[in-house]
């Protein structure tokens, strides 16, 4: 299948409200989000700002219907850790490889307009199927958590 993506600026939240159909399906997305979705949490969490440089990716099918959704925040301060975060795609796409796109996509902007040497995320323990994807994508456990989530890091080669 084709896929289009393309960078989320200016943010429009109605791209990305109109993915989520359930609490269900957000908290995949934003386990710790407030449902239901408001634009102000969005506009909150990947604002840019002194410390902060971020990024979203919206991912279309060939009908040009938003099937996806991916962000990166860069911290600026040493070690400019950047994070993956908001991953979510349409059940319909999930097990098709569209995933692993989404993900090559976003990754490769940010290694484009940071020069990203590392990735990391973090995952809920009981979201399987994710973990599992991140394991098979080649992100890595850390030791250290943050609160009751699994941080996991990869390095990045293109």
């Known amino acids: 299948m084709d896929y289009r993506f393309s960078e ?11 993915l989520f159909q ?5 908290r995949l997305a934003w386990p710790s989000g ?3 979705l408001c634009s102000e949490q969005w506009q909150e969490w990947m604002n ?4 902060t440089q971020s990024l979203c990716l919206l991912m279309f099918n060939d009908k040009n219907e938003v099937i996806g959704h991916s962000a990166l925040k860069r911290y ?14 349409l059940p ?11 993900v090559d996509q976003v990754i ?3 290694h484009k307009k940071w020069n990203l040497q590392e990735i990391h995320l973090l995952v809920e323990p009981e979201n399987s199927r994710a973990f599992s994807f991140y394991t098979r994508y080649g992100f890595r456990g850390l030791s250290a958590k943050m609160g009751d989530k699994m941080r996991m890091r990869k ?3 293109l």
């Open 76 to 89: 600026k301060a040493p070690p400019h850790l950047c994070y993956l975060c908001f991953v979510y795609l």
């Open 92 to 102: 319909e796409y999930r097990g098709t490889g569209a995933s692993t796109r989404l």
């Open 108 to 110: 490769a902007l940010g």
């Open 34 to 36: 407030k449902w239901p």
């Open 155 to 157: 390095n990045i080669n």
């Open 48 to 51: 840019e700002n002194s410390q």
């Open 8 to 18: 989320n600026t200016p943010f429009d939240f109605t791209s990305i409200s109109s």
């Open 22 to 26: 359930s609490e269900k399906e957000f």
